[in-house]
């Protein structure tokens, strides 16, 4: 594999999942030997670096942008990013547990520079719409913080479900839900991975939250999750249940399950 960036735009996709996955395998074994993933700033050179070396010295096609972008979201867990065309990048996650998680392929973004005042009166307010929207979506994400835990409350059992919901865990400014399901153990051969096999990894399941009095619940405060072939996740979602409400109903890919809210 001696060049990443010399693919066919048909190729382009698969030649960066590979190269994401062959840079965390290396980010990775890294920092286990340390026993973390260094400060932002080294990480983001050293993925920028390992992307040129995998790729046989050929450059990044994006001149502002490395062909991987690593940044560190805490000492044991990073973000990769690789861009494979103006208008699309791969994302993924990384623990220091070597669990891959959260990935997917993110659309919609694009390298090229757009001056304010090139923008017609339309993209001008197509691209206000944009960023109105992000903030919303943004605060939202920021808005639970984990903190002033209140208490837990466990799941009834859930007999044949394929994704069975464990507990809740209630906070002052919102919860998490715990659940877990089964998965296939990853595959580490480059030389075989296609593209679609790389993006088709086991995702955490869609997850659906209401109460008895219409509380409109969305995800927020992010969320982790890990194993081989069972994976015990985290999803966090706010405002917390008011006071009153006396049920929480959990969908997960299947039947809900209510949780009894009410000490």
């Known amino acids: 594999m001696s060049s990443h960036f010399e693919s066919q735009p048909d190729d382009a996709q698969e030649a960066a999942g590979i190269l994401l996955l062959r840079v965390a395998l290396a980010l990775l074994g890294e920092a286990r030997l340390r026993g973390n993933f260094g400060d932002n700033t080294d990480l983001a050179e050293r993925a920028a670096a390992l992307a040129t070396e995998f790729a046989g010295g050929v450059p990044s096609p994006y001149p502002k942008h490395p062909a991987i972008e690593g940044s560190l979201l805490r000492p044991d867990r990073i973000s990769l990013s690789a861009p494979f065309g103006e208008g699309g990048s791969i994302v993924e996650s990384l623990d220091l547990d070597g669990i891959l998680f959260d990935g997917g392929t993110a659309f919609g973004v694009t390298y090229k520079q757009v001056e304010p005042n090139e923008m017609n009166p339309e993209e001008r307010a197509d691209l206000e719409r944009r960023q109105a929207k992000w903030r919303v979506e ?47 153990p990853p595959t580490f051969d480059l030389d075989e991975m296609t593209a679609e096999q790389f993006l088709a990894r086991e995702k955490d399941p869609e997850i659906t939250v209401e109460d008895d009095l219409g509380t409109e619940y969305f995800e927020s405060g992010g969320g982790c999750g890990g194993g081989v072939r069972v994976s015990h996740s985290s999803r966090g979602f706010a405002p917390a249940p008011p006071p009153n409400a006396r049920i929480l109903r959990i969908t997960a890919g299947g039947a809900p399950v209510e949780l009894d809210l009410q000490p």
């Not at 002033?148 to 409350?153: H, K, P």
């Not at 009834?156 to 994704?163: D, F, H, K, L, Y």
């Not at 069975?164 to 877990?180: K, M, Q, R």
């Open 138 to 184: 943004q605060e939202r994400r920021q808005r639970f913080t984990a903190s002033g835990f209140v208490r837990s409350v466990a799941a009834p059992s859930q007999p044949g479900a394929t994704v069975p919901i464990l507990a809740v865990e209630l906070f002052e400014d919102g919860f998490y839900v715990e659940f877990t399901y089964d998965t296939e």
